[in-house]
């Protein structure tokens, strides 16, 4: 079955930096479009940013200026690296993988915590 998991959240202190990543099974990897939502306590999940599968960036509000996202399909993984965080980053953040507007998988979430 298809497989999503992500690594690297943590507790880092304001300012700091995490690099997320999300390496995946049984998914033609370089096919998908590949992105990062979060989900902070009592808000909606939003987008962070996403990676096409020609290797294009776009960020969300939530994630311009601060993160990158970028991929490795020889590894089947994305990641973002996340700089100069706020406590307002403090969220789950999660994969998700897209394909032809039907196809979408997601990862169980990884904690990022960022203190003041």
């Known amino acids: 079955q298809v497989q999503l998991v992500e690594s690297g959240g943590g507790l880092v202190q304001s300012g700091g930096s995490l690099r997320l990543s999300c390496s995946t099974s049984?998914?033609?990897?370089?096919?998908?479009?590949m992105g990062w939502y979060r989900q902070a306590p009592g808000k909606q999940r939003e987008l962070v940013a996403y990676?096409?599968?020609?290797?294009?960036?776009n960020y969300a509000v939530a994630g311009e200026g601060r993160f990158t996202i970028s991929r490795d399909n020889t590894k089947n993984t994305v990641y973002l690296q996340m700089n100069s965080l706020t406590p307002e980053d403090t969220a789950l953040y999660y994969c998700?993988?897209?394909?032809?507007?039907?196809?979408?998988?997601w990862g169980q979430g990884t904690q990022v915590t960022v203190s003041s």
């Open positions: 990676i096409t599968n020609s290797g294009r960036a």
């Open positions: 998700n993988a897209k394909r032809d507007q039907v196809l979408d998988f």
């Open positions: 049984r998914i033609s990897f370089r096919n998908y479009v």
